[in-house]
């Protein structure tokens, strides 16, 4: 489905794959460029979107690097000659990107057209796990979600780190639309006030109440 957007800002919402993935593409209206972050599962169709609206693919955004997101970056280097921003820490979990692959800290901006993106290093479901926000919009990958939060029972996941990305969330803007990494929530999208208001891993004030949440990092999370 189509996502709200800012008029200077082209963005859309695609969900893809047996995983409710969302894949997102969002780019500059004026210069017709396209980032396109975590592709996977449906590269054809999300390739054919952006050409019908008259939009170039230049950049790929990896949020992390489990498989579920990025399985489609290969297919997607075939057909453009984009470049692909991971964090630092997760360049060696991304196989054939190598001549394309920018990395990432947290505080870089990257430039699509006229938009920037800012990125935000937010560990915890993986050690390289990153946001990226944008004119009043959060891409949150799998840290986020509407109504939970990533998994933290993983091979590179963190409980602690977990918190305290989440806690660094927090502190943004309420008016922050949250854009999540998969479809697992009521909506689609939701502000972060209201994420705030009613998500149960946002409300949890302490760590030591955090890990006693998670049955202290044992108990798989959304």
């Given at each position: 489905?189509?996502?709200?957007s800012p008029p200077?800002?082209?963005?859309?919402?695609?969900?893809?794959?047996?995983?409710?993935?969302?894949?997102?593409?969002?780019?500059?209206?004026?210069?017709?460029?396209?980032?396109?972050?975590?592709?996977?599962?449906?590269?054809?169709?999300?390739?054919?979107?952006?050409?019908?609206?008259?939009?170039?693919?230049?950049?790929?955004?990896?949020?992390?690097?489990?498989?579920?997101?990025?399985?489609?970056?290969?297919?997607?280097?075939?057909?453009?000659?984009?470049q692909v921003f991971?964090?630092?820490?997760?360049?060696?979990?991304?196989?054939?990107?190598?001549?394309?692959?920018?990395?990432?800290?947290?505080?870089?901006?990257?430039?699509?057209?006229?938009?920037?993106?800012?990125?935000?290093?937010?560990?915890?479901?993986?050690?390289?796990?990153?946001?990226?926000?944008?004119?009043?919009?959060l891409l949150s990958?799998?840290?986020?979600?509407?109504?939970?939060?990533?998994?933290?029972?993983?091979?590179?996941?963190?409980?602690?780190?977990?918190?305290?990305?989440?806690?660094?969330?927090?502190?943004?803007?309420?008016?922050?639309?949250?854009?999540?990494?998969?479809?697992?929530?009521?909506?689609?999208?939701?502000?972060?006030?209201?994420?705030?208001?009613?998500?149960?891993?946002?409300?949890?004030?302490?760590?030591?109440?955090?890990?006693?949440?998670?049955?202290?990092?044992?108990?798989?999370?959304?």
């Amino acid at each position: 489905m189509n996502a709200p957007s800012p008029p200077a800002l082209y963005l859309k919402q695609l969900q893809v794959g047996p995983m409710a993935n969302f894949v997102y593409l969002i780019g500059c209206p004026r210069t017709k460029e396209v980032a396109v972050v975590d592709p996977a599962w449906e590269v054809d169709r999300i390739a054919r979107i952006a050409q019908a609206d008259g939009m170039k693919i230049t950049k790929i955004l990896i949020t992390h690097t489990h498989f579920d997101h990025i399985n489609g970056v290969e297919e997607l280097l075939q057909r453009t000659d984009a470049q692909v921003f991971v964090h630092k820490t997760e360049v060696e979990d991304l196989p054939g990107a190598t001549a394309n692959l920018r990395q990432l800290e947290s505080g870089d901006v990257i430039q699509v057209g006229d938009v920037k993106l800012t990125t935000v290093h937010t560990p915890g479901h993986t050690r390289g796990s990153q946001c990226f926000l944008v004119s009043g919009a959060l891409l949150s990958g799998d840290t986020l979600f509407i109504g939970s939060c990533g998994r933290v029972d993983l091979p590179g996941s963190d409980p602690k780190s977990m918190f305290e990305s989440l806690g660094q969330l927090k502190r943004l803007n309420d008016h922050t639309v949250v854009y999540p990494g998969h479809d697992y929530g009521d909506t689609p999208h939701a502000p972060l006030a209201d994420q705030k208001r009613r998500n149960p891993y946002l409300l949890i004030q302490s760590i030591q109440d955090f890990l006693h949440f998670l049955g202290h990092g044992t108990r798989p999370v959304l």
